[in-house]
């Protein structure tokens, strides 16, 4: 069974506007934390959020929020007033602390990725 | 500081050959992992190597191989390359803080295309 799902192969959005990239997860790992991504096509991946399992409040780094809910499963990224260079794919991703090992954390697990694409 | 840089940007090699990838992490982190990322796919992890030792290996075949050195850097390698080994190979690394919250910086990544 796939851990991380996206449903969106690709999304269109008008430049200035928001757009949700949707994002579930499947885990039975209590403590686990949950990571967006976006890759260009220079095909380096860029870190964008962190949302923790225990963590209360909703992930915001400048532009970009994730709306977790938790009961749900779900963890997807709102990218605010889009912009050209937001154009890129962007994956959703997951550790669990199952996974790590001593002082070293766990490997991450992707999902297939949404190419997103902002219009002029 | 200088990011996580990966050797070569981009590889052809034939069916049957051997390949080997570096990777340098980021100054001070110690935690190297190894990614393939087939085209119109998320990465899928292969490896993670922490002060040298092997910590975590995806589901991989035995063709593939790593280790890492004692200055932190690591190599790939693979044999007995396959057409479908053709594919983007990311190294990333991380400081040597415990928790589920660590944020793993990635290297460009290595191109490898097999004919």
């Not at chain 1, 934390?33 to 949302?51: A, D, H, R, V």
């Amino acid at each position: 069974a796939q851990k991380i799902t996206q449903t969106q192969p690709g999304m269109f959005v008008q430049e200035k506007e928001a757009v949700t990239l949707d994002c579930t997860y499947d885990t039975s790992d209590p403590s686990y934390g949950l990571f967006w991504y976006k890759q260009p096509s220079s095909g380096e991946m860029i870190f964008l959020i962190y949302q923790g399992s225990y963590d209360q409040q909703n992930a915001t780094e400048g532009r970009y929020s994730l709306n977790f809910q938790k009961a749900r499963k779900s963890a997807n990224l709102v990218i605010s007033a889009s912009q050209l260079g937001d154009s890129a794919m962007y994956f959703c991703a997951m550790r669990e602390s199952t996974s790590n090992y001593g002082g070293s954390q766990g490997n991450l697990i992707f999902g297939k990725g949404t190419k997103l694409s902002v219009k002029p | 500081d200088a990011g996580v840089t990966q050797s070569p940007t981009h590889l052809i090699k034939t069916r049957g050959q051997h390949v080997t990838l570096r990777c340098s992490p980021i100054s001070g982190h110690k935690s190297v992992s190894w990614y393939q990322q087939v085209l119109g796919q998320g990465p899928q992890f292969i490896f993670q190597y922490y002060e040298k030792e092997e910590r975590g290996r995806g589901n991989f075949p035995d063709r593939f191989s790593a280790r890492q050195f004692p200055n932190y850097s690591s190599e790939l390698n693979v044999n007995a390359l396959l057409l479908g080994d053709s594919a983007l190979y990311l190294c990333a690394s991380s400081s040597p803080l415990a928790g589920v919250y660590n944020e793993q910086f990635f290297g460009p990544g290595t191109r490898l295309t097999v004919l």
